[in-house]
């Protein structure tokens, strides 16, 4: 079974400072790859996806993530942070095909806070 | 964007009562749907999947029996929680399979904060 894991549960960084996030997954070939983020209050909101091609992908909000296969990981990152950028953040895997669907395995996620 | 919604946003009800969510998706079709749950300052966790016109697939250790699936539309899939009791309470979340060009994506609710007193 696939798994994910976020080491930083808490990360602090300054207001246009750059930010990475990691995610190392274990899973016996390349899975889909997501990261979401979510606010309060919000629901879960894709920022990227990663399912093949370009190791770099870009998303949302200025954000990019690097699939890393010999790392097993996909960190995000973001060269300057904005105080609304502060939110929890989930990188998932999903091992479906492209014409089946899984469930996502989440990691446990990181909550960001951006210092003024 | 796809949108998908989820009703009631907060439950409060009483221990032995059931609880119904209803997560829809208001733009486009599912025939899958996915539930999850999350616990304060925890990771989201799959509790079934959703196929319309069939029956739910529940991951090792959500009772079936205890919480209901019902998908019978591609637009709606329901999860009640029967007798419900204080360990049940919760973040419920739903997500509904989209596809585009040969991938898909899941685009989830905004929750349910389900109380058990």
């Known amino acids: 079974a696939q798994s994910v894991t976020q080491p930083d549960i808490h990360i602090t960084v300054s207001e246009g400072a750059s930010l990475e996030l990691r995610c190392n997954y274990s899973?016996?070939?390349?899975?889909?790859l997501f990261w979401y983020v979510q606010s309060p209050g919000q629901g879960l909101q894709l920022l990227l996806k990663y399912f093949s091609g370009d190791t770099l992908v870009q998303g949302i909000k200025g954000f990019e993530a690097e699939f890393k296969r010999s790392q097993s990981s996909f960190n995000l990152r973001k060269p300057s942070v904005h105080w609304s950028d502060a939110a929890e953040y989930f990188c998932a895997v999903g091992v479906g095909s492209g014409g089946g669907a899984d469930g996502l395995t989440f990691g446990k996620g990181t909550h960001l806070i951006i210092q003024p | 964007g796809a949108v998908v919604s989820q009703h009631p946003s907060r439950v409060i009800c009483k221990s032995g009562t059931s609880v119904k969510i209803e997560c829809r998706s208001l733009?486009?079709?599912?025939?899958?749907m996915f539930w999850y749950r999350q616990f304060p300052k925890k990771s989201l966790m799959l509790m079934a999947t959703s196929n319309e016109g069939s029956k739910a697939t529940y991951e090792q250790g959500v009772e079936k029996d205890k919480f209901l699936i019902n998908h019978a539309s591609l637009t709606l899939s329901t999860l009640t929680v029967t007798s419900a009791h204080p360990e049940d309470s919760s973040f419920y979340i739903c997500?509904?399979?989209?596809?585009?060009?040969?991938?898909?994506?899941?685009?989830f609710g905004p929750g349910t904060r389900l109380t058990v007193t």
């Open positions: 899973y016996g070939a390349t899975p889909y």
């Open positions: 997500s509904a399979d989209r596809r585009t060009s040969g991938t898909y994506e899941q685009y």
């Open positions: 733009d486009f079709q599912a025939t899958t």
